[in-house]
């Protein structure tokens, strides 16, 4: 299970239509059910990585060390084997940034996970072309942002626990 973290795992603060990362931990906030469905999704043997761009720290709007505790708070709440971390702004031209694929085929390496029987669930265009680039099945979550995908998922939902109900009577039968 490779998961976004904003707008999936925890609310995105939404100006104009577009979504952003929280800045300040007091902003970060997991999402209803979603601590459930990564519990549920483990006990069914899936392993949980999270994988986010956040490009705030590369442009010098936040820091690495509010990033980590972010993460931090979120690995005390939810059920979570990973966290990959792109920090790098779209000019760096870096591999690990979605759309590109590198977080994911990275973390597979790394943990022996084969792509083609995993899931991406994201809610944006970069995690549906991220997933589809590295062989996984795909979930959208479509919080109604202002930007259009450029690629069709494979799924789409209302939220992660939608998402992880679908994947667990998909994988239990």
Known sequence: MFLDRDGVINRSI???G???????LDEFEILPGVSQATRDL???GLSIIVVTNQPD???GRQTRDV???MH??????????????????????CDCRKPLSGMLLSAA?????????SFMVGDRWRDVDAGHAAGCRTYFIDQGYDESLRQTPDHFVADLPE???????????
């Open 42 to 44: 483990r006990g069914a």
């Open 18 to 24: 577009r979504p952003y990362a929280p800045l300040h």
């Open 72 to 93: 931090d708070k979120m690995c005390a709440e939810i059920a979570v084997d990973a966290v990959k971390v792109c920090y790098h702004i779209e000019a760096d031209g």
């Open 57 to 59: 720290v590369g442009a």
């Open 67 to 69: 990033v980590e505790a």
């Open 14 to 16: 939404v100006r104009n």
């Open 109 to 117: 390496e790394e943990f022996d996970i084969s792509l083609g029987k």
């Open 163 to 173: 998402a992880a109900r679908h994947i667990l009577s998909m994988t239990l039968k």
